[in-house]
């Protein structure tokens, strides 16, 4: 017993290592949901679906694997040659062995190189087409979502599943499953090595692989949380990001840059505690790992030490130089991808925990589609109808109330009320940004849920009051998706009034358009939202609060052109102004979802009702200021 005092020592302190882990385990293991990365979607499901993506480049993977088998033969094989080199080195030999077998170490090494090298390429390349098809169709997806569908998830959330969460998946196909599938083959390659070579040997080692598993099984525990944590973490960092800096003007104007500062730090502050429970668990789980290395050479070299070299029985196995220094090899093979297969493992699940959001997404049907006997329509001629049409955002919360009215076509209609009465949701419904509960919408006569949405929409053109301008040039905003002349453009933004400002650009419609056109006043955006409009020939245009955010004398300009408009197609005009529909063929006064008077402006005022209140109360407070 004494001889093998160290032994003892090392298995005490393993002992009393794992009695430890095990108390710390127990005491989280009932917090399951807080800690792990609770998925509804099971991991064959994930795979199968990602599998989709990665089955174009078979062939690539195919490759990959061959590459593989060298670098698995390398890690095989170099044990046993050094350990050859130190038997030569101890007996009589030629210099020529010597040269022969370090060649061989060499080009076996060379070759393993080689293969690393091409396997890290292939799958970089292959790696990266998958994330561009990932994105592409995900992106495309969320362009398929309803209006209801996107505002129901923060704009933020929507960036992390587009850029990290994809990133995360790019990472599994081009490291994580490589290294654990080569690591796999490396620890049972060079456990049948060991056991040919040795086995009393090898039974020493395996003496540590149970502490290996329990360490492992608890590492795992706590690095799926800290990976929850970070993930967590950066997607609401994300999501606070993506709404503040959008939203820094008003920031600025209410004098909140400490409050948001504080808020930004809190945030931040969370993250980077998460960041810091991950390398404290990983701080760790190596150490730990590398102690049982540490032991288990310690105890091979314990064993050499003694007596039992130099071809010495033990336990029926003979213990020479050769032997201690092929294991001393193994030994670093087969715990090294240990370790790293319950990282990678982790990883991994960081990875399906990713892949399980971005399906999430993907699993969004769009609640508003083109219906299966859906027709195209190549022209319209812009005859609107509203038939006892209900609609609510929530349940029971009526928005629209029975709401029933007729426009001609080519005639201009205005909807005027107080805010909330359903002014632009009657738009936004024309369009099919959103379902009706009841209720028929006519265009042309035909129910416009009989005609497909991309060809119901690209008969309306719509200018809103909130005017976005897409990054890149002047021009490329007007055209958006078509090609135009230099002539139709310049006549569009003639038409608009849009020139005389456009002249004055230091390069004309090739200006530079920084984000959201935060490089031009808010009427400047308006007339070119117009010239947008008018250059895609619209049949149907949509006008809602576009003149709020124009000064009197912008407004002055385009009224000339709102005239000119009503040429082109029926229109459709939303305002505050009253004085900006007074010349509409017909006026439709909202109040709470429901139609309280329609006629022309002359016929309204002579009625004395709501919206002669309305005009009344305008014009007083018009001729005060």
Known sequence: MHDYFPLIVVGALLGVLSVIFVTVYALIKNKKQAVGFDRAMKDGEIVRRLLVYAKPYWKSFLLVGVCMLFSIAYDVLSPLIVGYLEGLVKAQFELRSLFFTVGLYAGILIVSLIGTYIQAIVLQRTGQRILSALREDLFSHIESLSHAQLNSMPVGKLVTRVTNDTNAISMMFTDILAALVKNCFVIFAVLAAMLCLNYELTLMVLCFVPFLVLFTVIFRKFSRMSYRKVKDGTTNINTFLSENLSGMKITQIFNCEEKKAREFSAHNKKLAKAKRQEMFVFGVFRPMVYLLHISSVLCLFFLGAKGHLDNASFLGQTLTAEIIVTFYMYISKFFNPIQTIAEQFNRLQSAFASAEKIFTVFDWKPDVTDAEDAIGLDAIKGEIEFKDVWFAYEPDEWVLKGVSFRVGAGETAAFVGSTGSGKTTILSLLCRNYTIQKGQILIDGIDIYRIKISSLRKHFGQMLQDVLLFSGTVRGNIVLREEFSEEEIKRACDYVNATHFIRKLEHGLDERVRERGNNFSAGQRQLLSFARTIIHKP???????????????????????????????????????????RNADKIIVLSHGEIKEQGTHAELLEKKGRYYALYTLQMHRERLS
Request: without cysteine; proline residues 0%.
């Open 539 to 581: 049949s149907v245009m949509i006008l809602d609060e576009a003149t709020a955010n124009i000064d009197t004398e912008t407004e002055l300009l385009i009224q000339d052109s709102l005239e000119k408009m009503k040429n082109v197609g029926t229109m459709l005009i939303v305002a505050h102004r009253l004085s900006t529909v």
